[in-house]
Nanobody, 126 residues
Framework: LQLVESGGGLVQPGGSLRLSCAPS????????VGWFRQAPGKEREGVSC????????RYADFVKGRFTMSRDKAKNAVYLQMNGLKPEDTAVYYC????????????????????WGRGIQVNVSS
């Protein structure tokens, strides 16, 4: 299983982007998926996650109310809708997948022993 992120780019403050995470082969259907980000000179931090069923999501406090994570099993993809973007959201965004029990998922990077994507750059600047 290899993951590929897409949808990044440059956006003005207050704007929106939708990131996608999809496997190059195989299926994500049984995996929980997390989004993480790393800004220059900073540690990687958890942004959000979604359970394998899609019924449960978790968000870091700094994105609550602005970001929404979802998944489309028919398209075998997971999405991160980012609204109200701020310059401090500028980072490389990564998705990761792993098996969790039930409706669990994690926003701690060490929770993911499975594949990580290579990352996609998001720049928020005027």
């Amino acid at each position: 299983l290899q993951l590929v992120e897409s949808g990044g780019g440059l956006v003005q403050p207050g704007g929106s982007l939708r990131l996608s995470c999809a496997p190059s082969v195989s299926t994500l259907s049984w995996h929980s998926v997390g989004w993480f980000r790393q800004a220059p000179g900073k540690e990687r931090e958890g942004v959000s996650c979604i359970s394998s069923s899609g019924l449960s999501t978790r968000y870091a406090d700094f994105v609550k109310g602005r970001f929404t994570m979802s998944r489309d099993k028919a398209k075998n993809a997971v999405y991160l809708q980012m609204n109200g973007l701020k310059p401090e959201d500028t980072a490389v965004y990564y998705c990761a997948a792993d098996f969790f029990d039930g409706e669990e998922c994690g926003i701690v990077s060490s929770s993911y022993r499975g594949p990580w994507g290579r990352g996609i750059q998001v720049n928020v600047s005027s």
